[in-house]
């Protein structure tokens, strides 16, 4: 069974894409060197859509409002992990931000999805670790039929506002 490198097959995936990629993830660390390739071509092709779903986490003992989690989280994704000018659209689950422990959830899903037609379903976040040294797992998939049931379901949470927007400006 062929094997490829995480990051490369993310990459192969970002310069394939024509109209909308579809990023989800737990967590990002580094992402300016991880996301760099995406910037660019988002600057090149000003019709592509680029939208992540990602976790923003209230930390343990952390008693700011919610919309200030969020206002840090935006800070720190623009400043610290977003390499271009023109920004992406971020979605979250407002769950992760409740104060009670019971009653937080986790945006945990890992996947890229490329114009509604490839995706790659896999155990990797969006980290240096886990794209180029961790022994991670995933598929490639290219079957249209289940990339557009994937690519709704993360649409239908969007619609369904259990996905919101996080404002990057």
């Not at 689950?93 to 899903?109: G, K, Q, T």
Request: hydrophobic share 45%; aromatic share 8%.
């Amino acid at each position: 069974m062929p094997t490829a490198d995480t990051a490369a097959t993310l990459q192969t995936l970002i310069e394939n894409a024509q109209t909308e990629i579809l990023l989800v993830g737990y967590t990002v660390h580094h992402g300016k060197r991880l996301f760099r390739r995406l910037a660019e071509r988002m600057e090149s092709m000003p019709a592509l859509r680029v939208v992540f779903c990602l976790d923003i986490a209230r930390r343990p003992a952390d008693t700011s409002l919610a919309s200030e989690i969020v206002r840090r989280f935006a800070h720190e994704f623009i400043t610290k992990h977003w390499p271009g000018a023109r920004l992406p659209e971020v979605f979250y689950d407002p769950r992760a931000l409740a104060e009670r422990w019971e009653d937080r959830a986790s945006l945990h899903a890992k996947c890229v999805i490329v114009d509604r037609c490839t995706a790659i379903v896999t155990s990797a976040n969006f980290t240096e670790a886990a794209q180029r040294k961790n022994i991670e797992a995933g598929v490639l998939i290219r079957y249209e039929p289940f990339v557009t049931r994937l690519h709704n379901y993360f649409e239908g949470l969007r619609n369904a506002r259990q996905l919101v927007l996080c404002s990057l400006s």
